[in-house]
């Protein structure tokens, strides 16, 4: 047997449950019924079955680039759209990548600097 993935684990020095309820918005997912402000962790089930994400509170700061994150396909928007909607939700954007061919991505970085890519959208 393996293991599987229970948890995608985010450290934040700030309150758990506000950088979950950024990526609450950001996903659709609703945060666990018993988080609450304040609480030193919080999480996002997944309704599918899949991992969830994890939100725990660490007494360091982020120092470096992400070694890993989240590419976003948008449904339903573009990639402005679904851009807008996040530095709308308290993201940052770092930086631009989008091709003259309409490829490429848009790196985001959520409230606590955890960067994340918006691709192209279905809409696109």
């Given at each position: 047997m393996h293991p599987t993935?229970?948890?995608?684990?985010?450290?934040?020095?700030?309150?758990?449950?506000?950088?979950?309820?950024?990526?609450?918005?950001?996903?659709?997912?609703?945060?666990?019924d018993d988080d609450k402000?304040?609480?030193?962790?919080?999480?996002?089930?997944?309704?599918?079955?899949?991992?969830?994400?994890?939100?725990?509170?660490?007494?360091?700061?982020?120092?470096?680039?992400?070694?890993?994150?989240?590419?976003?396909?948008?449904?339903?928007?573009?990639?402005?759209?679904?851009?807008?909607?996040?530095?709308?939700?308290?993201?940052?954007?770092?930086?631009?990548?989008?091709?003259?061919?309409?490829?490429?991505?848009?790196?985001?970085?959520?409230?606590?600097?955890?960067?994340?890519?918006?691709?192209?959208?279905?809409?696109?």
């Amino acid at each position: 047997m393996h293991p599987t993935i229970r948890h995608i684990t985010f450290d934040c020095t700030g309150d758990p449950y506000d950088l979950a309820q950024f990526w609450s918005a950001m996903l659709g997912n609703p945060l666990a019924d018993d988080d609450k402000p304040g609480d030193p962790e919080a999480l996002i089930a997944d309704p599918a079955g899949g991992p969830g994400l994890l939100f725990v509170r660490v007494p360091e700061g982020k120092t470096a680039k992400n070694r890993l994150h989240f590419d976003l396909r948008p449904t339903g928007r573009t990639r402005a759209q679904e851009v807008a909607r996040a530095l709308s939700l308290g993201a940052r954007q770092v930086a631009d990548r989008t091709r003259p061919d309409g490829g490429g991505w848009v790196t985001l970085a959520d409230p606590e600097g955890n960067e994340f890519c918006v691709e192209r959208g279905d809409l696109d």
